[in-house]
C-alpha cells in the first residue's frame, strides 16, 4: 500500500503545471481544449489506471472499476464536472478527477 501511495503521489507530482498556484478544477473546465491542460488531464488519467491496476494486484479493491473503459482527459475533465458538482471546483483537478472516477465508475 505504501509502494502504490508513493507510485500515485510521484505520479501526480510530476503532473505539476507552470500555473499550479491557480491550477483548480474550474481552471481545468475553462480551459479543456488547451492542449497542456489536456495532456494534463491525461497525464492525470493514465496515473490513476495505472495506481487502479497496481492495487489490485496487490489485494487490495479497485479505486473504481473500468474495466473495458480507457480513461481519458476527456473522462477526466467530465470526471471533474461531477465532482464539482458535489465538491465544488476550487480544489486540485487530480483530487477531483478520483473522486468523480469513484462516482462515474462505481464497483458494485
Known sequence: MKQLLLILGLSLGFTTLVYANSFTGRFGLENRNDPV??????????????????????????????????L????????????????????????????GFEEMFPCR
Open 72 to 99: 481519458t482527459g476527456e473522462l477526466a475533465a467530465e470526471a471533474i464536472r461531477i465532482a464539482a458538482d458535489a465538491l465544488g471546483d476550487d480544489g486540485h483537478p487530480a483530487v477531483l478527477v478520483m473522486y
Open 37 to 70: 491542460i489536456m495532456s494534463h488531464l491525461n497525464g492525470v488519467a493514465q496515473a490513476y489506471t495505472f495506481a487502479n491496476a497496481k492495487i489490485t494486484v496487490d489485494g487490495y479493491p479497485e479505486m473504481f472499476c473500468t474495466r473495458s473503459i480507457s
